[in-house]
């Protein structure tokens, strides 16, 4: 229900856009997410948004340089990436809580998850 695109292979410093598109439901009511999980790494948290888009939360390593956004009309998240650096590189997933205006505190407690797109920062 949830598909993620827009990853690829970029420089340093370059600049990416992932989308996540949902379908079958909608998640206007639920806080959306993005996850990266890099080869021998446990996945970690990216960003959230919820469900008005009035609130967002990043991870420290990504503050400044990715922004979350969603267009609920179109049921669609997206998660700018500037300034990419080569420790971004990473499957991007996308996620989504099922519960209605809740956020939740961690990845278990997302019950949609998209299939992931690579990115890939060379240096």
């Known amino acids: 229900q949830l598909q993620a695109s827009g990853g690829g292979l970029v420089q340093a410093g370059g600049s990416l856009r992932l989308s996540c598109a949902a379908s079958?439901?909608?998640?206007?009511?639920?806080?959306m997410g993005w996850f990266r999980q890099a080869p021998g790494k446990e996945r970690e948290f990216v960003a959230h948004?919820?469900?008005?888009?009035?609130?967002?939360n990043y991870a420290d390593s990504v503050k400044g340089r990715f922004t979350i956004s969603r267009d609920n009309a179109k049921n669609t998240v997206i998660l700018q990436m500037n300034s990419l650096k080569p420790e971004d590189t990473a499957v991007y997933y996308c996620?989504?809580?099922?519960?209605?205006?809740?956020?939740?505190?961690?990845?278990?407690?997302?019950?949609?998850w998209g299939q992931g797109t690579q990115v890939t920062v060379s240096s």
């Open positions: 996620a989504a809580s099922a519960h209605d205006y809740y956020t939740p505190n961690s990845a278990h407690e997302y019950d949609y």
């Open positions: 948004i919820t469900w008005g888009g009035s609130s967002t």
């Open positions: 079958g439901r909608t998640f206007s009511a639920n806080t």
